[in-house]
């Protein structure tokens, strides 16, 4: 995979196809190897970047010294499409999708196309007033930055894998899946304040000039769907699609599901 160095930095990624770019961005615990079917659906008319976000692969570690942000990551992705032409499309699941947002709102019009599946973006649900949601995704914070400072990482990816994934998940999973599982958790310890104190207003949100997609289950884990209806709300001029027996892990569970919509779309933004 190439490595590109950007001052003290480090960004790992997977290059494949030719086009326009497409950046994929992946979600907390998966890295860039969850895009390897939509890589595959996509790579004949389009140039994929599967990017790693900090503390992924040979992407440098967050420092830790400071609390992460969204810009912090979306340097990221700026860093990348300084190499690319424009324009760029973004597509982020869940962590990765609240980082294609921000990422959209720096770039402004060199982002055609932006699709967001399951956007963690908790921050909005304080905003927006979504208390039981927000205490919801409060109290799965607090589960991963207790037990994750103690570094009972297990713990840790046993909640986190039944509350994503489904109750009896954790269980249900072989030896070695679990291994890896724990050993990609650390990261996420810095990433929840990227998603829970971010500043940015939906007010601000809807003035993104990317022609927008957000696709979501529609059983979906509360948060997220809170998080969902507040955008339906505020960007109508957005669109939305919703789909069943999916999840929240669809992009990596359902790739039957969720990657023909994806090339459906930029297909249509890109014709």
Request: aromatic share 10%; net charge neutral.
């Amino acid at each position: 995979m190439p490595v590109l160095s950007k001052e003290s930095l480090k960004i790992d990624y997977k290059d494949d196809g030719q086009g326009q770019p497409v950046i994929l961005i992946h979600s907390s615990v998966s890295a860039n190897r969850q895009w390897r079917a939509l890589t595959e659906t996509l790579k004949d008319r389009y140039r994929v970047l599967a990017i790693n976000l900090f503390g992924y692969g040979k992407t440098t570690p967050w420092p830790g010294d400071s609390p992460q942000s969204l810009y912090a990551q979306a340097q990221l992705i700026l860093a990348l499409c300084e190499e690319l032409g424009s324009p760029v499309h973004l597509v982020g699941h869940s962590f990765g999708g609240s980082v294609a947002l921000k990422a959209a709102m720096l770039l402004g019009p060199r982002v055609g196309n932006l699709i967001l599946l399951e956007p963690n973006s908790f921050f909005l649900l304080k905003q927006g007033g979504r208390t039981q949601a927000y205490l919801e995704s409060r109290g799965l914070r607090d589960h991963v930055t207790c037990f994750g400072s103690l570094g009972d990482w297990l713990k840790v990816a046993r909640h986190f894998a039944n509350y994503w994934l489904g109750e009896g998940s954790w269980s249900a999973m072989p030896e070695n899946r679990r291994a890896a599982f724990t050993e990609s958790l650390p990261p996420n310890l810095h990433e929840w304040d990227a998603v829970m104190e971010e500043q940015t207003t939906i007010e601000e949100w809807k003035t993104l000039t990317a022609k927008t997609l957000v696709v979501s289950d529609k059983a979906t884990r509360l948060p997220i769907r809170e998080i969902v209806d507040i955008f339906a709300q505020a960007c109508p001029h957005w669109s939305f699609r919703y789909v069943t027996d999916g999840g929240h892990m669809a992009p990596l569970t359902r790739p039957d599901l969720i990657n023909p919509i994806v090339r459906e779309f930029l297909d249509g933004g890109c014709a």
